[in-house]
């Protein structure tokens, strides 16, 4: 019977066994680094998303506040029409997965999370305000929508008893704290390469 040397095969054992423990690590590491260029591609797209979202809400201030100071002065000859500043969020929809969460700077996340609440909120108060304009079935001076209070809707609540003023003042204050967000956090997003 021949001799078995176990130290050469416990040699050899050992050596195959680092051999695939180097290469699951080889692989983990090639699969983070393809998730952070994932992750980047995401913060382009939204960056990209908000540099648009700038322009669009940085063009609705001046007309809701033109239409605050109509209403303000001259509230039987406002025309009223809502164009509330239509956000888009696709970029961050489709950055909602774990890849982006976990390879992006959980302040930055946060400040962007916080960014997109906001939009949703404006963007459902021109809804809300959009559907009480329909029911009221008006597009003129906001004392004609005050004169019909069974038509106020859970979105507005007492602001329906005074007129489109405190609407059209939700909707300016909700768009400048959105552009005051977009202005933080745009140079971050250029950062973040």
């Known amino acids: 019977m021949k001799k078995i040397d176990w130290t050469n095969h ?12 180097l290469a ?10 393809k998730d952070k260029e994932k992750a980047i591609l995401y913060l382009d797209g ?14 609705a201030i001046p007309y809701h506040d033109t239409m605050l100071v109509r209403l303000r002065t001259e509230p039987k000859k406002a025309v009223l029409i809502i164009k509330g500043a239509l956000l888009k969020d696709y970029a961050w ?3 909602q997965n774990d890849i982006f969460k976990e390879h992006i700077d959980q302040k930055l996340y946060k400040e962007l999370s916080d960014i997109y609440y906001f ?20 597009l003129g001076p906001f004392y004609l929508v005050s004169a019909n209070p069974e038509l106020a809707n859970e979105g507005f609540g007492n602001q329906w008893k005074r007129g489109w003023i405190p609407i059209f ?8 704290l959105i552009k ?3 202005d933080e956090v745009l140079p971050k997003l250029s950062n973040q390469k």
């Not at 416990?10 to 423990?21: D, T």
């Not at 003042?169 to 400048?176: F, H």
């Open 10 to 21: 416990i040699l050899e054992f050992v050596m195959v066994v680092v051999g695939i423990l």
């Open 169 to 176: 003042e939700e909707m300016s204050a909700i768009e400048s």
């Open 46 to 59: 939204i960056r990209s998303e908000i540099e648009d979202n700038y322009k669009t809400v940085k063009e």
């Open 119 to 138: 939009q949703s909120w404006l963007k459902n108060h021109n809804k809300n305000a959009g559907r009480l304009m329909s029911e009221a079935n008006i």
């Open 93 to 95: 929809e489709l950055a």
């Open 24 to 33: 699951f690590a080889l692989n983990n590491w090639n699969e983070n680094i």
């Open 180 to 182: 005051k967000k977009y």
